[in-house]
């Protein structure tokens, strides 16, 4: 083995909560959603539609403290609260892109694999009951 995999472990250890955190559907619905500037919490919920407030305000919580949102309350009376991304965030705007596009673009073709993956296990499956 080579010495540049000797530390794969250490990396994918220290990679996994980055990964998992731009990997979480909410998480990059936020992103996309806050792309265009600062949004209020009542405002992001309905644009996304269906999260529930609690998993919003979980996500939030959650991207504010990776650095890649910010929270701003502005002292009214009730207090007003947006969202917007960090410039960590907004450099994740580009592959999230990319990775939406080949969603777009793939999106038939896996759910024909799917298709023909249940229609061949489901058999298999039942030959052995």
């Known amino acids: 083995m080579d010495a540049g995999h000797m530390d794969v472990s250490g990396r994918c250890q220290r990679v996994a909560p980055v990964l998992a955190r ?4 909410w998480a990059v619905l936020v992103v996309e959603t806050l792309a265009d500037g600062p949004v209020r919490f009542n405002a992001l ?3 996304i539609g269906v999260i ?3 998993m919003l305000t979980f ?3 959650g991207l504010e403290r990776d650095g890649l949102v910010t929270r701003t309350v502005y002292p009214t009376v009730p207090p007003r609260v947006e969202y917007s ?6 450099s994740l705007l580009e592959p ?3 990775l939406a596009r080949w969603a777009h673009e793939h999106a038939e073709e896996m759910a ?3 298709l023909a993956f249940d229609a061949e296990t489901v058999p298999e499956a039942e030959a052995a009951e």
């Open 112 to 114: 024909a694999a799917r």
């Open 85 to 90: 991304l960090t410039p960590l965030g907004q």
């Open 96 to 98: 999230i892109g990319h």
């Open 45 to 47: 919920k309905r644009e």
């Open 52 to 54: 529930s407030q609690r």
């Open 59 to 61: 996500t939030l919580r």
């Open 22 to 25: 731009i990997g979480d559907k």
